[in-house]
C-alpha cells in the first residue's frame, strides 16, 4: 500500500467520523426519547467543564441525566428518576429483567407498573401484521435472489414483448428462467432463422434482431451497465423490504411480550405500599 492510498484511505475515515457522530446522538436520542443528552453536550461544549453553581439547577440537572441513563441502557422510558427508582426495585422483586418490560414498549405502564391490557390489538390486526410478515420476508428474499441473477430484462421497440437477456444468450420471459431449457445462444445464429424460432418460441424478426445484439461489439459493456443499474435497485428494494419486516417484527415481539408479562400475573405493588382502593364505587 503506497503513501497515496493511505492517504486517501485515512481521508475517508475522517470524513466518517462527523456520520459516526451523528448516528450515535440520533441512536441515544431515540433510546431516551429526550433531547437533554444533545443539550447537555452542546452546553459543555460552549459553557466548559464548571460545574453549574445553583444547587437546586445542578440537582435537577444530574437527575435528568440519570434519568436518561435510565433509559438508554434498560429501554424503559420512565417518566421521572423516582418512577425509575421504583421500576428497579419492583423488577428486582419479582425476579424480572428491565428488558422485558422494554420488550412490551408503550404496552406496559411505568407508572402503574402494569400491562395495559385495554390496549393489545385485536386478533385481526395481529393476523394482518403476520400476514405482512410472510409478504415482506419472501419479497425481501426475492429481490435479494433476483440481484444474483445475471439477465437483464429487455423489450422489444415493434412487439413489446419483454425478454431476459446475457452477453452470450437470450431467452423468453415465459416459461421462468428455471423452466426455459431453449435459450436462443449467439452460437445459434448460425442456424436458420426458422429453426430458431421453432425452438426458442421467438419470432423470426425477433431472432434476426437478437442476433444482431448478440454480435454487436457494444453489446457487453451496455448489458454490464444496465445489470449494474438493476442490482442497485433491487439493492434498494431488498432494504426497502426488510426495514418493513423489521417494523412488523418489532410491533408483534412488542404484543408478544407484553401478553407473557400479562400471563405471570404479576402484582404492581411494592412492599409498604397500599392499593388503592375505590370505596365510593364499592358502596355503589
Sequence with gaps: ??????????????????????AGFAVVIWRTVSLHTLLRRLWLLVHGSDEISDPKIRSYVDEQTNLMS???????????????????????????????IAACGHYFDTGLRQ??????PSRPYLYAHIAAFVVFLFASIG??????????????????RT??????????????????RNPLKKSDCDQPLATNAARTSFTEAEVKTL???????????????????????????????????????????????????????????????????DLYGAKD
Excluded at 438508554?72 to 426495585?89: K, N, P, R, T, W
Design 70 to 100: 435510565f433509559r438508554m441502557f434498560s429501554g424503559v422510558q420512565a417518566a421521572s428518576l423516582e418512577e425509575a427508582h421504583q421500576l428497579v426495585q419492583w423488577a428486582q422483586l419479582h425476579r424480572l429483567d428491565l428488558r422485558q
Design 211 to 277: 442476433c444482431e445484439l448478440l454480435s454487436a461489439d457494444e453489446w457487453p459493456a451496455h448489458l454490464a451497465t444496465k445489470l449494474k443499474e438493476q442490482r442497485w435497485s433491487l439493492f434498494v428494494c431488498t432494504l426497502f423490504f426488510l426495514a418493513l419486516l423489521a417494523r412488523v417484527v418489532v410491533v408483534l415481539n412488542k404484543v408478544v411480550s407484553a401478553k407473557d408479562l400479562l400471563a405471570r400475573g404479576l402484582p404492581s405493588t411494592l412492599p409498604g405500599e397500599q392499593v388503592e382502593l
Design 163 to 180: 425478454f431476459l437477456a446475457t452477453e452470450f444468450s437470450a431467452q423468453t420471459l415465459w416459461p421462468p428462467v428455471l423452466f426455459n
Design 143 to 160: 429481490c435479494a435472489w433476483l440481484m444474483l441473477i445475471p439477465q437483464v430484462p429487455f423489450t422489444f421497440k415493434a412487439s413489446e
Design 115 to 120: 400491562v395495559r391490557k385495554q390496549d393489545l
Design 1 to 22: 500500500m503506497d503513501f497515496a492510498t493511505i492517504t486517501q484511505f485515512g481521508g475517508a475515515l475522517a470524513a466518517l467520523i462527523p456520520l459516526v457522530l451523528i
